[in-house]
T-cell receptor, first 115, second 115 residues
Framework: DTGVSQDPRHKITKRGQNVTFRCDPI?????LYWYRQTLGQGPEFLTY????????KSRLLSDRFSAERPKGSFSTLEIQRTEQGDSAMYLC?????????????FGPGTRLTVL | GQQLNQSPQSMFIQEGEDVSMNCTSS?????WLWYKQDPGEGPVLLIA?????ELTSNGRLTAQFGITRKDSFLNISASIPSDVGIYFC???????????????FGQGTILTVHP
């Protein structure tokens, strides 16, 4: 049983460029979550999917951010026109449906640096 | 966004000592989770608690879900050098076993263990 995987692990980009991150959840998990974590803080919720439906978006998810999960399996998070304030660790997590849906398992994260 | 109040912020202990950290919230949760995070990696789930008053162990780790549903604590007994890392509490809310989705995280407790 493989865990949650994320790609890339690190991304360095220049301000104004677009970036896209990918997350592959644990195979039998139908819920997928995106969080952002800045240095010295705990993860902050961005959005989550149940299958292909995006059920909740945080106010942190500005118009420049978009997340998709087209086939209910992997998900992508795109940031357009990156700003220096977008520099953070972007974490993906997944959980099963039914009992224990709160039990989220995290991937290794994608560290974004915007120059 | 809202975060849980986690204390202490950091701890420096000798190998073999016991450790205790806690988490409080102004809101109730009906799931409490404890995670450990190493530098540059995603959080790893340690213990999940689903019922007020529940006391759960995982090896040298013991966690309790406060009866008010607004707090939780984590104890580590007989600490070892590999316990070094950042420990996060997280609260979740669900109705009838189905999660509302997001977890709310504390700011973390940085644990340093001296051999």
């Amino acid at each position: 049983d493989t865990g949650v995987s994320q790609d890339p692990r690190h991304k360095i980009t220049k301000r104004g460029q677009n970036v896209t991150f990918r997350c592959d959840p644990i195979s039998e998990h139908n819920r997928l979550y995106w969080y952002r974590q800045t240095l010295g803080q705990g993860p902050e919720f961005l959005t989550y999917f149940q299958n292909e439906a995006q059920l909740e978006k945080s106010r942190l998810l500005s118009d420049r951010f978009s997340a998709e999960r087209p086939k209910g399996s992997f998900s992508t998070l795109e940031i357009q026109r990156t700003e220096q304030g977008d520099s953070a660790m972007y974490l993906c997590a997944s959980s099963p449906q039914g009992a224990g849906t709160d039990t989220q398992y995290f991937g290794p994260g994608t560290r974004l640096t915007v120059l | 966004g809202q975060q849980l109040n986690q204390s202490p912020q950091s701890m420096f202990i000798q190998e073999g000592e016991d450790v205790s950290m806690n988490c409080t919230s102004s809101s109730i949760f009906n799931t409490w989770l404890w995670y450990k995070q190493d530098p540059g990696e995603g959080p790893v789930l340690l213990i999940a608690l689903y019922k007020a008053g529940e006391l759960t162990s995982n090896g040298r780790l013991t966690a309790q879900f406060g009866i008010t549903r607004k707090d939780s604590f984590l104890n580590i007994s007989a600490s070892i050098p590999s316990d070094v890392g950042i420990y996060f509490c997280a609260g979740g809310f669900n109705a009838g076993g189905t999660s509302y989705g997001k977890l709310t995280f504390g700011q973390g407790t940085i644990l340093t263990v001296h051999p």
